[in-house]
């Protein structure tokens, strides 16, 4: 079994920020030489996350205020006791899920036409990071 | 490390649907002939999902209402400024998750009593595919 | 390949509990000799779920207020014509989550500095099950 092992980092100039790595996820796969496998993409912080959906600019709006309404940002949470102000960007972490298993085959994602891989910040202004893992053969 | 791959095809009747595949999954296993490994399932679409939970009528009818009341249909998303009308089933499909892992263990899904992986229609009526991947030894 | 597999047991005192996992799923890691691969922790029941996020105890406060909130306890459930009563246990696992794959590298859980795992109890007082199956090399 081979495995490759790679990480990257964000620093977003905005709080919350939605970012397509599809590509830098494709340039990693390319790198390991791995033709049959799982890639596994997962933030490794507990204020964002990665998910799977489309590259449109409407809809990454509509999936942004989607959290704020199910998860949003306020003073109440007990959380915040601690010194954090960040309560909502747990929540929201949670919602959308911190990592996705994408298949490998034939050496390339193996992805449906409209899936994009997304990191979505959402207590960002910090440098941040994401590792993506593959293993297979 | 041994791999095998398979595509389901689904083409429902109505908007939302829920389809048990456990078995399916458990036959795509049965093929591969890997004894202890993971098994991926994940729809290859931006407005379906896969998830693991029960197989009760009752229960998926209010799942159904469920992702309804927290992900509702509706004219105002910005998605739809593109002339698409489904920005409800991108969310949904964000709440529910489009993928599982299934542990295999001595040839079989390593699952409890009570579970069972369901397909998640959010926007039917046309050929759609969920992938089905399997590694380990 | 290299896999390895082993079961934690779980009998809750009160219905809803969240239980920080993270040093036992190492223990797990550690025994099996595995240097780079994945580590799926799965709940084996559908009214259980496993996440990553922080171990912080307000935290964990506003995430069972939130699940709580988005996926009441209620006695409408069609489910609970079964005779079940734990409708909103069901939600509040596909809401969270089930399972999670950690990254293994270099022999240890690749974490971030702050993601820890647990075990999120949602309908206990009884003996409940959560697998640990590492695969790698």
Chains 1, 2, 3 share one sequence.
Do not use: C
């Not at 799982?38 to 959906?53: C, D, P, Q, R």
């Not at 409209?114 to 440098?127: C, I, K, P, S, T």
């Amino acid at each position: 079994m081979k495995s490759h092992t790679e990480y990257l980092w964000f620093n977003t100039k905005r709080k919350r920020e939605f970012i397509n790595i599809t590509d830098r996820v494709a340039d990693v796969l390319a790198k390991s030489g791995i033709h049959e496998g799982f890639a596994l993409v997962s933030a490794m912080h507990i204020t964002a996350g990665v998910y799977v959906n489309d590259a449109e600019t409407g809809l990454i709006a509509d999936i942004d205020d989607w959290l704020e309404h199910l998860a949003p940002e306020g003073p109440d949470y007990r959380h915040h006791r601690t010194g954090e102000t960040n309560g909502d960007a747990h929540l929201k972490n949670l919602l959308i899920g911190h990592e996705v298993i994408l298949p490998v085959t034939e050496g390339a994602l193996d992805l449906g036409p409209w899936q994009q891989v997304y990191y979505a910040e959402f207590d960002g202004l910090r440098r941040k990071r994401v590792i993506i893992k593959i293993i297979g053969g």
